[in-house]
């Protein structure tokens, strides 16, 4: 299976979880990993070029720190951009049609404050519905996500060995992580 993933942080250089993520990713030859924010300084995104990509993998990982309990804007505006009418949705519009999609996410908040009655109200699984629908809307099959809570609490022991989880997670076939 060929995984492609699309890596949005704004602050990549001083991040400890998505940067220990995108290290592990390194030594899987099966995985092609991009980081959207250096790819695109001025937010000028390759419409083109981008679903080129999209229709060469079976597999797409949506890697990003929480923000806001979404995801950081350029990601935002990848979907705008790159999730055209009649490409991705609509009359012909089936060109993502079987493709997989995960999130991969980390937080600062605790695992414990993403319930419900917790200090953060939803589960993550909630709070990514909208990231959900436009998937399925694209007629893409959305996976469970993964998620690494807690980052800055979290011991680097903890930050890799949740890069290594994150690593076996994107390998796993769609019937083990969704049943
Ligand atoms: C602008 C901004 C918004 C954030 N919003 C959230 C949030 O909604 N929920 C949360 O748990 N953490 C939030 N955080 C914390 C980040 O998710 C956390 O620092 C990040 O996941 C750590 O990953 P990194 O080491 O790769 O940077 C936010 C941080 C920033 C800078």
Not at 63 to 70: A, D, I, N, R
Not at 120 to 149: D, M
Request: net charge negative; glycine share 6%; charged share 20%.
């Amino acid at each position: 299976m060929k995984i492609m993933v699309i890596i949005a942080h704004p602050h990549m250089n001083s991040s400890r979880a998505n940067r220990a993520m995108a290290l592990e990713l390194k030594q899987y030859a099966d995985v092609y990993c991009r980081d959207l924010y250096q790819e695109y300084p001025d937010w000028n995104i390759d419409v083109e070029r981008e679903q080129q990509l999209l229709l060469q993998y079976d597999r797409i990982v949506l890697q990003f720190p929480f923000y806001w309990y979404s995801c950081p804007p350029l990601l935002k505006k990848w979907f705008d951009d790159v999730l055209t009418f009649g490409w991705a949705y609509g009359p012909d519009g089936d060109k993502l049609q079987g493709k997989e999609f995960i999130v991969a996410t980390t937080t600062g908040g605790s695992e414990k404050a993403y319930r419900s009655g917790g200090d953060n109200w939803f589960t993550i699984s909630e709070l990514i519905r909208p990231i959900q629908r436009t998937i399925t809307k694209c007629n893409g099959t959305f996976l469970p996500a993964f998620v690494t809570y807690n980052v800055s609490q979290g011991s680097d022991a903890y930050i890799t060995q949740e890069a290594k989880r994150y690593a076996e997670h994107i390998h796993t076939s769609m019937s083990v992580l969704a049943h």
